[in-house]
């Protein structure tokens, strides 16, 4: 069984030094690429491949039964966002979208609920991230994005306590309090990751923006997605029982964004870092260093 594995691990080292050390093969992402043509080497394909099996697996793994509107606590994010950083927008995004789906149909076994909210999240989420990685972002968008992912943290979570206490009840089991005690620890866990990057980790910087604003489209899409399905497709046998009300949007975007951000900016930069030193062809932003001696 070791010599198997060993075996398995090699091969991965000789695909990673063919297809990544030999050749470029990170692009710069360009807005006609992103928006209009573009087509994926074989490489990225492989890449990608590998990208969605590893999510799948993971997620199903790491599947604690802890969700809100349906939307699970998700520590399997670090995926995607790694190779979003190391192969690009496109790699991450496709790859994530494909993952989510799978782990979506053997978790729950409804793939349109998953095509409506967890596809379209999932990609939008870790395209965006791979896109602003490697971008050069002044510090007064920087500080905006922090601004701005604080106010929908804070405002997500006292709409629905304070405003509708009895609806939050109902939907979280949770009593206002208590809702509020749990969401305040996840969303000071997220805003001190956040600055934390911005803090000591200046090379990181882009890639919290990234996470940030890539959370927060993603975070949207899945609170709408998921409460527009519940609306449309709910039955006595179905994953809804029942429709969600409007009211709970945010909550579910709250908590996508709180129990999300904190394992990707905790997580992913020393992972990332690991893998530029094992193959430093990997690392774009070395690259763009050597260029300009």
Known sequence: MLNKSMGSLNMFKQFIGKF??????????NINQCWGKYAMRSSEIAVTGICAALYAVIGILTSFGLSVG???FWPAVVVPAIFAVLFGPWVGGVGAAIGIFIRDVIYHGDPLLSLIAGVTSNFAMFFILGYFSHRRINPQKTVLSAIIGGILLVGGLLLPTFLLPA?????????????????????????????????????????SVGTVIGQGVGAAVVSVAVWAYSNLFYSQNGYFTAPLPPEFI??????TIATEIPFILILCPPIINVCYKAFPSLNRSHKNEEKAK
């Open 167 to 207: 609806e939050s009840l109902l939907f979280t089991g949770l009593s206002t309090s208590e809702t509020i005690a749990l969401f305040a620890i996840l969303a000071t866990v997220s805003i001190l990751a956040v600055v934390a990057v911005f803090a000591f980790k200046k090379e990181w910087r882009t890639f």
């Open 250 to 255: 945010p909550i579910i975007a709250v908590w």
């Open 20 to 29: 990544y050390l030999q050749k470029p093969h990170w692009r710069e992402p």
């Open 70 to 72: 349906g939307v699970a």
